[in-house]
Nanobody, 118 residues
């Protein structure tokens, strides 16, 4: 059973960088051919896919996020992260780490609320 757990600060100031980490257990993030994504849900909005890192370390981002997003990983800890720079209150959302690419996901973390506010 694959389990994912998000961690990181729940409050970020505008213009700063949002940093979250996902710890994966029950499966390796380097196992072919799985992708590992970050998605979010803002108040009153649907799910929004942000980007993924593949089993081989390749990354791919939603175009609207590409300029300010990175998804690094630490294979020794079986973790991958989200770094979203220059945040605004519009980035306030529940952030989820999931297994899957840009369209479908089979395992989810419980989600973590991130609020952007001064």
């Amino acid at each position: 059973q694959v389990q994912l757990q998000e961690s990181g600060p729940g409050l970020v100031k505008p213009s700063q960088t949002l940093s979250l980490t996902c710890t994966v257990s029950g499966g390796s993030i380097t196992t072919a051919y799985y992708d590992w994504s970050w998605i979010r849900q803002s108040p009153g909005k649907g799910l929004e896919w942000i980007g993924y890192i593949g089993y081989n370390g390749d990354t791919y981002f939603r175009p609207s996020f590409k300029s300010r997003t990175s998804i690094p990983r630490d294979t020794s800890k079986n973790q991958f992260s989200l770094q979203l720079s220059s945040v605004t209150p519009e980035d306030t959302a529940v952030y989820y780490c999931v297994r899957g690419g840009f369209r479908s996901w089979d395992y989810w973390g419980q989600g973590t609320q991130v609020t952007v506010s001064s």
